[in-house]
């Protein structure tokens, strides 16, 4: 019993050593241990934020070697315990007799690092807690009404009824999606008298909303485009661009796009940028109502942007999340688009339909290529479904069902026109109201930059500093970067949000 | 107008997904006979889809709730169903749940769950970004798995086409051989196309050598209730290896279980050490998650999630559930005893020793050929037939149709 008890301790201390998920040998001499582990274990040595290592190495041969012979001895001390092959003792032990049997007590993720919070849902985070009644949530990336609430639109109810009623089937869509949502998609952004839809020398695919549609191009041109790694953003963009890209394994550029000191557009510095970027490079553009700032070319500035791309062999990859929400009109959204394509610029398009149509969590989204002919079209769609097949097989139907509903039901479009309209006016009377309102508080700043603007969000200029007042002193919370969500805004606290921002910048 | 040559001009025509095409190949076909037994997907004896009275009952709830909106999900997705979800493959009094040390990720139907479960592990397992680390899956397995290339993908035995059964030592022997730390994904029941699964006896050899050689399970749950008939008997493998101690991913999907193919209803759950590593993880694949779908569908998961925490919606489902899995039962027995009758050559034991949605008939290219071609009965080209494709209609043509090939076709 000596023996076994004294294999006992031996056993629980390994045990405990690997429970604090560092080698022992490690603190010793780690250059030797990572030397004798990493040809072992290739996983056992990670870095830690902050610089160095940390050695994790449950499986240090010397520990299983000393394991081992434990185990030895054991065996041969103890007669009676007969062992037959590891994982398989004919006497359930007290304690693990084949220690090199018993599972390390680390995990295979202890050194897999906590991911950096969101900053967005910090915002919204800090604004549940705060118990301040005049709080506003500026941060918030969805439509409200004039009440603060979500806003189911009227005809994506309707939609949702008649799909109800029809009692139809949930058999897998195929991997390209709903051929009526998707052909309804790209009429809508390319326009019914589009040649390059009449013509049919397009294809477009459907998409988890606007991310799913950018991460599925993002990857096809990975594939497919050999010209170049490079995919220039507009400074700035939406965060979420940059991580799309640089997974589906392209890398970032930049071209100036926002001048804060203005607040609006840079346009010689990014005319000069653009016409600096190296030929074949891809290089995206928001079609309307830019995120993060608001801030959209006028249709002159359009036109040159088209010539100097045109000129400089780019492909465009534009990103129209906005269609229709932006100005209210779904014609005048789209006008970069279809003028870019009338001037012979092959683009690849991303559509999404949370904010348009108000269907945020049914993810529906498109993904277009304009292409030189329905050949060609045919042979990129097929293999758009390469990819689409192991990322998740097929798309959700419901989301796509409605908005195809939507589109293709006449008395439903106009229904949905109107609407559309209705909340891109909403958030225009708002920036109007804010900006009346803060003459009326006697700023003496210019806020024009807050009607220019357009879309959901706004740049307010405000610099760090006073957006931390504004959180603090008035509990209205945005990011730090001074971005408001103008669809947190209503005829209710516009002019609590004018008065609060005249006390932090007068 | 166009520009000069089109950058895309060198892009060449991919192959269709054969599934998908045998389905195509159907549709067109103008054959009164015909049969489809290709793709996977649940058909009543009429051979129709049949959408499950529960889901169309939650559904219509949903519908008439003016509460409910569109609002995003969290990047993770719904909780209640994340929760449920896991809970239903782990089970109410899995030692993993009580200690709060598992974790859920809300995914676009099993696919989509085994493509954040991978991208994860290509990031973080065994190292960082150590693609180098093997993954291995069964010979053969659902075609899906190896569509996303990967140069590590190698396979195991798990198929022996002579005696039609399951490759038991070959699989041992792969796993003894592979490096340790290697990926094994596993299919929890019903194995895809096989239709055979290891015997709790078999699952227990196979966990013993993986735990010793430090290998990662990673189970696809594609068919849980769907395969006997039996949320628990289909789970037995996962529970059995959550309480050796394992940590594993297990991909689940919705899609034949609650018929929701279309609104591709997954989940990813991850069973680890510790709470502090589920949490790390998960912050981990919300990164991921981002950059595919930012955030995953609703509608499917309100269904799910609707019915799991209702007890009596709950044992609708249950009750729905095992009509198909009775079903499928059902045309095993009727098409075995059929082809013994006519006295088919070879054994035909394996019809109903499988189990699931598929079997794996032993029919070799030329007679699946013979079967398309000459009588209108479509079958993947490995000879594995979708159960649920036979009606009471159709199983005489059928098994008819199996002797011919047979016999004129060797």
Same mark, same amino acid.
């Given at each position: ?136 949530? @500026?941060?918030?990336? #969805? +439509? &409200?009404?004039?009440?603060? %609430?979500?806003?189911? $639109? ?5 939609? !949702? ?88 394994? @392209?890398?970032?550029? #930049? +071209? &100036?796009?926002?001048?804060? %000191?203005?607040?609006? $557009? ?5 005319? !000069? ?92 989204? #498109? ?140 | ?410």
């Amino acid at each position: 019993m000596l023996w076994e008890q004294q294999v006992s301790f031996m056993h629980e201390s390994l045990s405990r050593s690997s429970e604090e998920a560092q080698c022992s040998c490690f603190t010793q001499t780690p250059a030797w241990h990572r030397s004798c582990c990493s040809a072992w274990a290739p996983r056992n040595v990670a870095a830690v934020p902050g610089g160095g290592t940390r050695g994790l190495c449950p499986f240090c041969p010397y520990r299983a070697a000393a394991r081992l012979l434990v185990s030895l001895v054991v065996r041969v001390l103890l007669s009676r315990a007969d062992l037959g092959s590891c994982g398989a003792p004919r006497r359930a032990p007290s304690f693990s007799l084949t220690l090199r049997c018993s599972f390390p007590s680390s995990s295979w993720w202890s050194h897999v690092e906590m991911g950096p919070p969101d900053p967005i849902l910090g915002v919204t985070e800090a604004f549940k807690r705060d118990t301040n009644s005049k709080k506003m949530n @500026l941060g918030v990336g #969805a +439509y &409200r009404d004039d009440n603060g %609430k979500p806003y189911v $639109l009227s005809c994506v109810r309707k939609a !949702e009824a008649m799909i109800a009623s029809k009692k139809m089937d949930k058999e897998y869509l195929p991997i390209g999606g709903l051929a009526d949502f998707t052909r309804a998609s790209a009429e809508l952004a390319l326009g019914e008298n589009s040649e390059a839809f009449k013509s049919g020398r397009y294809v477009t695919v459907q998409g988890i909303s606007g991310t799913g549609s950018l991460r599925i191009g993002a990857n096809f041109l990975q594939r497919f485009f050999k010209s170049s790694r490079d995919v220039y953003l507009p400074k700035p963009s939406w965060g979420n661009h940059t991580p799309i890209f640089r997974d589906a394994g @392209l890398q970032l550029q #930049a +071209y &100036r796009y926002y001048d804060p %000191k203005t607040c609006s $557009l840079d346009f010689t510095g990014a005319m !000069e940028d653009i016409s600096k970027i190296p030929e074949k490079s891809i290089i995206l553009l928001h079609a309307c109502a830019h995120n993060p700032t608001g801030v959209d070319p006028r249709q002159e500035q359009w036109k040159e942007l088209a010539a100097v791309v045109k000129k400089r062999n780019l492909l465009v990859y534009f990103d129209m999340a906005y269609q229709g929400f932006a100005s209210g009109d779904i014609n005048r959204d789209a006008w970069a688009v279809r003028h870019f394509i009338e001037q012979g610029i092959n683009i690849v398009l991303s559509q999404s339909y949370a904010k348009n149509m108000g269907l945020y969590g049914e993810r529906a989204g #498109a993904f277009t290529v304009i292409c030189s002919d329905a050949e060609e079209a045919k042979r990129v769609e097929s293999q758009l479904k390469i990819l689409i097949r192991p990322m998740y097989s097929n798309p959700p139907l419901n989301g796509a069902r409605i908005a195809s509903i939507i589109l293709n039901t006449p008395e439903l479009r106009k229904e949905w026109l109107v609407e559309v309209k209705g909340m891109a006016d909403r958030i225009i009377g708002m920036r109007t109201q804010l900006v009346s309102n803060l003459k009326k508080e006697g700023s003496s700043h210019n806020w024009q930059h807050i009607t220019d603007q357009i879309g959901m969000f706004c740049f307010t200029g405000l610099k760090p500093e006073q957006v931390e007042r504004l959180i603090k002193e008035f509990s209205i919370y945005m990011t730090k970067d001074g971005r408001i969500s103008m669809a947190g805004v209503t005829s209710g606290n516009v002019g609590y949000l004018a008065h609060a921002i005249h006390q932090v910048t007068k | 107008m166009a520009a000069a040559a089109s950058i895309f001009a060198a892009v060449p025509r991919a192959p269709p997904v054969a599934v998908f095409k045998l389905t195509a190949d159907f549709r067109e076909d103008a054959d009164s006979r015909k049969v489809n037994l290709g793709v996977g997907a649940y058909r009543t004896d009429e051979g129709l889809p049949w959408v499950l009275p529960v889901v169309r009952k939650v559904e219509q709830m949903i519908a008439g709730d003016g509460k409910l909106n569109h609002e995003y999900l969290p990047i993770l997705g719904l909780p209640e169903f994340r929760a449920n979800a896991s809970r239903i493959a782990l089970g109410d009094d899995s030692p993993a749940i009580k200690e709060n040390r598992i974790g859920s990720v809300q995914s676009l139907g099993g696919t989509g769950a085994l493509r954040i479960g991978a991208e994860f592990l290509r990031r973080w397992y065994n190292g960082t970004n150590n693609t180098a680390t093997p993954v291995y899956v069964s010979s053969p397995t659902w075609e899906g798995l190896v569509s996303g290339g990967g140069a590590h993908i190698r396979t195991y035995h798990y198929w022996d086409a002579a005696k039609r059964g399951l490759d038991l030592q070959g699989l041992l022997d792969d796993m003894e051989k592979a490096p340790e730390f290697s990926i094994f994904i596993l299919h929890a029941c019903a194995h895809n196309p096989t239709g055979t699964d290891p015997t709790p006896d078999q699952w227990k050899q196979i966990a013993a050598v993986m735990k010793r050689r430090f290998l990662f399970p990673f189970f696809d749950s594609a068919y849980q209730g769907f395969a006997s008939g039996s949320l628990d008997k289909d789970a037995w493998a996962v529970r059995y290896f959550v309480s050796e101690g394992f940590e594993l991913f297990c991909a689940q999907s919705f899609s034949k279980n609650f018929g929701l193919y279309n609104e591709r209803v997954g989940n990813l759950t991850v069973v680890g050490k510790d709470a502090d590593n589920v949490q790390r993880v998960l912050s981990q694949m919300e990164k991921i998650v981002r950059t595919t779908w930012s955030n995953p569908p609703s509608q499917g998961a309100r269904i799910v999630a609707t019915t799991l925490t209702s007890p009596q919606l709950f044992a609708e489902w249950k009750d729905n559930v095992k009509t198909m899995a009775d079903r499928v039962l059902l045309m095993r027995s009727e098409l075995r005893s059929r082809l013994e009758s006519l006295g088919t050559p070879g054994t035909w034991n394996h019809i109903t020793d499988q189990i699931g949605m598929f079997s794996f008939t032993g029919l070799n290219p030329k007679q699946v050929e013979y079967m398309i071609k000459e009588k209108h009965i479509y079958l993947m080209a490995s000879g594995r037939i979708n159960m649920c494709g036979l009606t009471t209609k159709n199983l005489d043509y059928v098994a008819k149709s199996i002797h011919e090939a047979v016999t004129k076709i060797q």
